[in-house]
């Protein structure tokens, strides 16, 4: 008797071969979109330590520039350039009369 068909099983061999090719596919293309998942996320991740981190510097400049500004040597001295002069004399006011009054012209 001639076999003229395949046989049964060249018909799984070739079904099996179809199934994992198939399957090896999908896992690469499922590997390919999380590859760029991660790739786009460590590119968010990137630019947002950088953020951070010129933030961070620019908070350290401000408090830098805010403690310079509240010391004592830095008011004494726009004190000095609005026209203030120191005195040893102690001022003491009654709160009858805290408002300036207004010389008359």
Request: charged residues 20%; glycine residues 6%; hydrophobic residues 45%.
């Amino acid at each position: 008797m001639q076999n003229y068909g395949p046989s049964k099983k060249t018909n799984r061999h070739n079904l099996l071969t179809k199934i994992i090719f198939g399957a090896v596919f999908v896992l690469g293309i499922a590997n390919l979109i999380a590859t760029n998942i991660v790739a786009t996320q460590g590119i968010r991740l990137n630019n947002l330590n950088t953020k951070t981190a010129l933030l961070a510097k620019e908070n350290e400049l401000l408090t830098g520039r805010l403690n310079e500004i509240r010391s004592l040597a830095e008011i004494e001295s726009k004190a000095l350039a609005l026209g203030l002069v120191r005195t040893n004399q102690i001022v003491h006011i009654s709160g009858e009369n805290l408002f300036a009054l207004a010389e008359n012209r």
